[in-house]
């Protein structure tokens, strides 16, 4: 549950070997490699890799080819490469084929000509315009050389005799490019025959497609290494690379070098560096990892904050959704998912999301005695086991704010932890001080009790004294004071933030009422419409919770998140980082490429 500690790392060998080491280091799968160069153009601009666009050039083939499922005779590699030019040709073709149809549209009002050689016109140029007939005296009144070629729904196609652009004319000049109508027509022939050579050779390639899908990962594996090898810096005989790795691989990459007879060297991060950030927690934790870079980055220098986010949005969401029919019916989704979920590792840090939030949702829902909106039966296991009254609203805000302050007290702790003894933790510390404090004195002030008032108070001046004293560390006297008197200001986001929790309860309180009110429209048209009462009712049930469903589980997702990413980071994270990315293989060893 930290971030990773790494080290820079800077690999020199011979540059025969670097295909090879390459491949090695892909194996090994620990690095974040730094470029020592520009990538060439060809391998930046798409976000997808160049085998993953030509699967899907191949896949949405209108008219796929039988599958073969041999490997004789396929080389993907190749297909790749073909499948790429084709569907940059076509893509070329198409645009063409357009502007020439647009060219000879504008051009067949104006007849069949051939534009004559300039020397051949003495210098005069044909200019062409589409006049109104309103507009006929005026062009009539310049006095300029011209003939009528076409008249049709009031319009005037003029063209215009004159060695430059004339002046005068109402109406824009129409551009019809130097080309004939005929030479256009024989060009859009030639375009759209190879366009159909193309797209029989698209077909011809998609037999290929299921064999190609197979080894996609072994061709990004490949244009992985053609990119690592595109950064790397080139020197003679001799190359070199620079990359981020975790400080307990280092051990295992120097026996690797020293094997291979390359020059090795890891040092640790100088302050002038900005090296990624790379997050470990279990892997039942890793979901969170997912809900905090959706937002952000942890800077390397912070603390991960995922195992947090992961265990507060699902309380959250669990308050939020407040029914443990709705809790159900979201368990009843995790399990139509759960094999599907299982076929990568992103899929199964959702799965373990879903199954938690599933949990949570039943477990408050219970506590809060929802059943779809309906209350457990006086007497019952379940009535006894719901101790929360979701319509006591002052208890539910009592207890949205409790958590909310909680929730801002452990952000501003694990960000001073992260200093340790250092000056640069007490101003946190002060904030968590101030945050409790403010909770004390509330509790104090509906309670009564005056020992209460007076913890209350002094945690609040303490706090207040080491945000002032410490904000501006490092200073001197007057910007140090200054810096204290500034940062002291942000009391009121803090007052604001743990108010901002009371949307638990109020988002909460929503989702119940409106279970409630379908249940009783339901109830309702039954006993007022005899005979087809209960199809209605029904469906009022099926479609209002169905409705309240999504409503909730949106404000769920969107405010959990919110709740976290906003109030939580605004006072955990200072800093924001890059994300670590791995150089390393994706596909199996009997497809290695």
Request: charged fraction near 25%; charge should be negative; glycine fraction near 10%.
């Amino acid at each position: 549950m930290s971030i990773v500690s790494l080290r820079k790392v800077t690999i020199i060998g011979h540059g025969t070997d670097k295909e090879q080491v390459l491949r090695d280091l892909q194996d090994f799968g620990c690095l974040h490699l730094l470029p020592l160069r520009l990538a060439p153009e060809t391998q930046k601009g798409s976000p997808h890799s160049r085998a993953y666009e030509a699967l899907h050039f191949l896949l949405s083939c209108p008219r796929r080819r039988r599958q073969v499922t041999r490997e004789e005779g396929f080389d993907a590699v190749e297909v790749e490469r073909r499948a790429l030019e084709v569907r940059d040709r076509l893509l070329d073709l198409r645009d063409e084929a357009d502007a020439l149809h647009q060219r000879i549209t504008g051009l067949t009002p104006w007849g069949e000509f051939t534009f004559p050689p300039l020397e051949e016109m003495g210098g005069q140029r044909f200019w062409f315009y589409i006049v109104p007939d309103k507009d006929m005296p005026r062009v009539e009144a310049i006095g300029l050389r011209w003939e009528r070629v076409r008249r049709k729904g009031g319009l005037n196609y003029l063209v215009v005799i004159a060695a430059e652009e004339p002046e005068g004319i109402p109406t824009a000049r129409e551009h019809l490019g130097s080309r004939s109508r005929e030479e256009l027509e024989r060009r859009l022939e030639d375009v759209e025959v190879e366009i159909d050579d193309l797209t029989a050779e698209r077909t011809n390639l998609s037999r290929w497609a299921m064999l190609f899908a197979l080894m996609l990962d072994g061709l990004e594996d490949r244009e992985d290494r053609e990119r690592a090898a595109g950064v790397t810096l080139d020197e003679g005989p001799l190359f070199g690379l620079e990359a981020w790795a975790p400080a307990e691989k280092i051990p295992e990459l120097e026996r690797y070098a020293g094997e291979k007879g390359l020059v090795f060297e890891a040092r640790e991060p100088e302050p002038s560096d900005a090296p990624p950030t790379l997050m470990e927690n279990r892997p039942e934790l890793r979901a969170g990892e997912g809900l905090v870079t959706f937002y952000t980055i942890p800077g390397y220098g912070t603390w991960d904050p995922s195992p947090v986010v992961l265990f507060s949005f699902t309380l959250f969401f669990a308050m939020i959704l407040s029914d443990a029919g709705y809790g159900l019916l979201l368990g009843g989704i995790l399990a139509l998912l759960w094999k599907k979920l299982e076929r990568s590792e992103g899929g199964k840090q959702f799965r373990t999301l879903l199954a938690l939030l599933t949990g949570c949702s039943i477990i408050y829902g219970i506590i809060v005695g929802s059943y779809f909106g309906l209350a457990p039966p006086a007497g019952s296991i379940t009535s006894r086991l719901a101790v929360l009254d979701i319509n006591d609203s002052a208890a539910m805000m009592a207890l949205s704010v409790v958590i909310g302050v909680f929730h801002l007290v452990a952000a501003n702790v694990m960000n001073a932890r992260r200093f340790g003894w250092r000056v640069e933790s007490l101003p946190p510390l002060g904030w968590a001080a101030m945050i409790l404090g403010g909770l004390l004195a509330a509790a104090a002030s509906k309670t009564g009790r005056d020992l209460l008032w007076t913890v209350s108070l002094v945690m609040m001046a303490a706090g207040a004294l080491l945000v002032f004293l410490f904000s501006g560390a490092g200073k001197k006297p007057l910007g140090r004071a200054i810096g204290g008197l500034l940062a002291l200001t942000k009391v009121t986001s803090a007052f604001g933030d743990a108010l901002s929790y009371l949307r638990l309860f109020a988002l909460g309180l929503a989702s119940a009422s409106l279970a409630v009110a379908f249940n009783d429209m339901a109830g309702q048209v039954r006993e007022a419409v005899p005979g087809a009462g209960l199809l209605l009712a029904l469906t009022i049930l099926l479609l209002g919770h169905g409705l309240n469903f999504i409503l909730s589980l949106s404000s769920g997702v969107i405010h959990g998140l919110r709740l976290n990413v906003i109030e939580f980071f605004n006072w955990g994270l200072t800093d924001e980082g890059s994300l670590f990315r791995h150089f390393r293989r994706k596909e199996r060893e009997q497809w290695n490429l």
